[in-house]
């Protein structure tokens, strides 16, 4: 939730306040590919290229809120 809630002030420190169009998630195992934990901040989450689109739909077993 910290990070969370880090990313949206980023965001917002970034100029975009509207979150309508924003994917923060994380991915779980085995869907990762570092040893660490990272929130994925996506914006404008619109312009996610179709072919990457599987890796941050948010509620599925790859990419979670």
Same mark, same amino acid.
Do not use: N, W
């Given at each position: 939730?910290? &990070? $969370?809630? @880090? %990313?949206?002030?980023? =965001?917002?420190?970034? %100029?975009?306040?509207? =979150?309508? #169009?924003?994917?923060? %998630?994380?991915?779980? *195992?085995? @869907?990762?590919?570092? #040893? !660490? /934990? !990272? /929130? !994925?901040?996506? $914006? *404008? $989450?619109?312009?996610?290229?179709? +072919? &990457?689109? +599987?890796? @941050?739909? *948010? %509620?599925? #077993?790859?990419?979670?809120?």
């Amino acid at each position: 939730e910290r &990070m $969370a809630k @880090f %990313g949206k002030e980023v =965001l917002c420190e970034q %100029g975009i306040t509207d =979150l309508k #169009d924003v994917r923060l %998630g994380f991915h779980q *195992p085995p @869907f990762i590919s570092v #040893d !660490h /934990l !990272h /929130l !994925h901040v996506l $914006a *404008p $989450a619109s312009q996610i290229s179709s +072919y &990457m689109e +599987y890796k @941050f739909t *948010p %509620g599925t #077993d790859r990419f979670i809120i």
